[in-house]
């Protein structure tokens, strides 16, 4: 813009010519200066139009940015709200799983008393019974040796195999064993009925009172009854012959019945028998009584030589004092002897056995 024109060899002919260029240099910057400044407008526009969409996307941008920071503060803030709700579950998660192990611990301890204390029932409840059944052992096994009790050993013996089988256990076999060996020797033996001779006894001696002695038989009434004239015709009055004949009858039967009556004979083994007082009877239905309570105690001690003893003074006691041929007298006599076939001599067996076994278990415990 600043170029000058070339200059030509005639300088006077050039002063007239730079008029025109002088005037001419105006419209044309004018000229070049009109696009520039289009140029500049547009670019300035355009300047302006990139300017506003910056400033509009950095407005969207800031807009979004601060959106997303709010977002993501309120992201943040609930999960921190979260975080501390999930440690404070936490938290309390581990106190309650520490009262949970604490209350576990607590329970597997009660258990281990709770099992300790029913191992410690368990024995001794094992030893109460063992004690229990030695005692029973123990009283059946004298009971048999001074009363022969026999039936009563068998109950005791069963009582204990039964109380033995409810425990159920394997070490309590061999005591079981050792009672069924026990229980089978005392049902070997004879039978003795025991229950059925002491009742024999008991009645003759229930009888005592009643069986009549020697010395207080009494005589015999003799018959007022006066004869009865039977006939098949019409009755006819006495005679004065037959009513004299009637009471001479009668009167001589009367007589003969007294005279009778004074005088009797019998065979008698022991005569002082027929002169016993009624005190004296008292004392031999006494005596007698005695002598059968003595045997029925020694029936049931088993004693075979006091029972039979006993059993021998009494028949000699009812042959000695008392009527002999008096069915009751007999009666007493023929129950007597049946009593004295049974035979108490029988060699009972104790209850060793069982009590050694379970004084072995009790010893091993």
Do not use: C
Request: no cysteine; glycine share 4%; proline share 5%.
């Amino acid at each position: 813009m600043n170029d000058m024109p070339p200059s030509t060899p005639h300088d006077g002919a050039v002063a007239p010519l730079s008029v025109p260029v002088l005037r001419r240099e105006p419209g044309f910057l004018h000229v070049m200066q009109r696009p520039l400044s289009l140029v500049m407008l547009a670019f300035a526009v355009l300047l302006a139009t990139q300017a506003w969409t910056s400033h509009s996307r950095i407005t969207s941008l800031r807009a979004d940015m601060a959106r997303s920071l709010q977002k993501g503060n309120a992201t943040n803030a609930d999960t921190a709200a979260l975080a501390r709700q999930v440690q404070e579950q936490s938290t309390q998660l581990q106190v309650k799983v520490g009262v949970l192990e604490a209350r576990q611990a607590e329970s597997q301890s009660q258990q281990a008393a709770l099992e300790q204390l029913y191992q410690d029932l368990s024995k001794n409840r094992d030893d109460w019974a063992l004690s229990e059944i030695e005692q029973v052992l123990s009283t059946a096994s004298q009971q048999l040796q001074l009363a022969g009790n026999v039936p009563g050993a068998l109950i005791a013996l069963q009582n204990a195999d039964r109380s033995l089988s409810r425990s159920d256990k394997p070490q309590f076999i061999a005591i079981r064993r050792a009672i069924a060996r026990d229980t089978d020797k005392l049902k070997a033996l004879p039978a003795l009925d025991m229950a059925g001779v002491a009742l024999r006894l008991d009645n003759v001696i229930n009888q005592v009172d009643a069986l009549p002695l020697l010395s207080g038989e009494k005589p015999v009434l003799p018959d007022n009854t006066a004869p009865v004239i039977t006939g098949n015709g019409p009755a006819a009055a006495p005679t004065m012959g037959a009513r004299l004949r009637l009471a001479w009858n009668q009167w001589s039967g009367d007589m003969w019945n007294d005279v009778r009556q004074l005088v009797r004979v019998r065979s008698v083994d022991t005569p002082e028998a027929l002169m016993l007082s009624p005190t004296q009877n008292y004392f031999v239905r006494e005596n007698l009584k005695l002598r059968l309570l003595n045997a029925r105690l020694a029936l049931l001690a088993r004693n075979e030589t006091s029972f039979r003893d006993d059993l021998s003074t009494a028949q000699d006691t009812l042959s000695k004092y008392f009527d002999t041929r008096a069915r009751a007298t007999q009666s007493a006599q023929a129950m007597l002897r049946q009593v004295q076939g049974n035979n108490l001599a029988i060699e009972l067996p104790d209850l060793s056995d069982s009590l050694n076994a379970v004084r072995n278990y009790k010893a091993k415990t």
